[in-house]
């Protein structure tokens, strides 16, 4: 039996997950985005180095666990990030008044 991997087993898909995201934005976008490189080159294949380690020692039950906490984060942030950037936009926009023209 492998060794216990705990609150550590998420990691791998955490970097995992983040790569592929950085690659659908800046696809869907067409451009560039700040963290790119980073996750192409390093955080993917590091991340999946390790689940296939994972995979070898301990299963598929941390897999899945480690995957699922994983899309559950990222997920969390999105809905971080577009609560702050829809508050962003409506104190930004000017404020409507009615005028009273004829």
């Not at 409506?90 to 409507?96: D, F, G, H, N, Q």
């Amino acid at each position: 039996m492998g060794t216990r991997l705990g609150p550590g087993c998420p990691a791998p898909y955490v970097m995992v997950v983040n790569a592929l995201a950085h690659l659908v934005t800046s696809a869907r976008l067409g451009k560039y985005n700040p963290g790119l490189v980073t996750s192409v080159f390093l955080f993917l294949p590091l991340g999946v180095a390790t689940i296939w380690i994972i995979g070898w020692t301990e299963g598929l039950a941390p897999q899945l666990v480690g995957a699922v906490l994983a899309i559950l984060l990222h997920l969390a942030i999105i809905a971080v990030v577009a609560a702050r950037y829809r508050s962003l936009v409506a104190a930004s926009a000017p404020a409507t008044c009615p005028t009273d023209q004829p």
